[in-house]
């Protein structure tokens, strides 16, 4: 049966991750199919990994001061700031089904999709398995994250169209850190305009059937069922919540809270 491609245009950053948690629940227990999810964010907003802690990686007062969001994904990987310059995609499968059970293969598989695409475009792509990345003329162009949950697999990443390396140095603490040994990210990072590829409908159309390809499948439009979006309105109370966005700086600042001894008895 052929996967579903769903592009969703512009959309906030906290329900996209309300979203893509939704679909995955759907498709994993077979009450969707299988997927490819393509969106754009309307305002610049920062991914962070759901094993990360926010003090670690992101400038919090920067971001609140700048409307920038901060949104924990369910999601493993490290994080990632993203803004309306970028195509963001979700390849949904379920377990046991043509992503490979084994995570490094399975990115290795879903990845071939973006190299796959880069070339369609006329620009060169490389696998970079160690970041979980695409390169492209030795600088990066697409970082990932996998998750499972659900019996559904999800691997979501981005494709730098164009980039604001200024303000993503203000937002995130150690702007290189998901990067080969450079100086700058603007050292280490590439974009499709760059290379004076902008044609996003073309870069759409290369995207989607690259990850065809890869996967050796077909897809068809689909749309969201009345059951998704009902769910993702539901999750997108959890994503806006500071007790989900800090969870692991709540559970860290527990683990080092010392210990209040006993009350002394009287004798």
């Known amino acids: 049966m052929a996967w579903r491609f769903l592009d969703i245009g512009k959309i906030d950053g906290f329900y996209s ?42 400038n919090a007062g920067f971001c609140s001061a700048n409307n920038i969001g901060i949104v924990r994904r369910i999601l493993g990987g490290g994080c990632g700031f993203c803004d309306e310059n970028q195509v963001l995609y979700s390849v949904i499968g379920r377990e046991g089904g043509v992503i490979p059970n084994d995570i490094n293969a399975a990115y290795i598989r879903v990845l071939r999709g973006v190299v796959n695409a880069l070339e369609t475009i006329g620009a060169e792509g490389e696998l970079e398995p160690a970041r979980n990345a695409v390169y492209s003329k030795g600088r990066k162009i697409s970082g990932n994250a996998q998750g499972r949950f659900d ?62 390809i890869a996967l050796g499948i077909s897809s068809e439009d689909g749309v969201l069922t009345r059951s998704e979006t009902d769910m993702a309105k539901q999750l997108l109370d959890k994503y806006t919540q500071k007790d989900w966005t800090y969870r692991m700086d709540i559970k860290r600042a527990l683990r080092k809270k010392p210990a209040v001894p006993p009350p002394r008895q009287s004798e």
């Not at 981005?158 to 080969?180: A, E, H």
Request: proline share 4%; hydrophobic share 45%; aromatic share 8%.
């Open 17 to 58: 991750a309300a979203l893509f948690e939704s679909v995955g629940r759907h498709v994993g227990a077979c009450s969707a199919p299988e997927t490819i999810l393509f969106w754009r964010v309307r305002s610049p907003v920062v991914y962070l990994g759901y094993h990360q802690c926010v003090g670690d990686e992101i």
């Open 151 to 212: 019996s559904a697999v999800l691997i979501n990443g981005s494709l730098l169209l164009n980039f604001d390396f200024g303000l993503m140095d203000r937002v995130l603490k150690n702007p290189t850190k998901n990067l080969q040994p450079v100086k700058s990210a603007r050292e280490g990072m590439i974009t499709l305009k760059d290379m004076g590829i902008t044609d996003i409908k073309a870069i759409k159309k290369a995207l989607r059937q690259g990850f065809e």
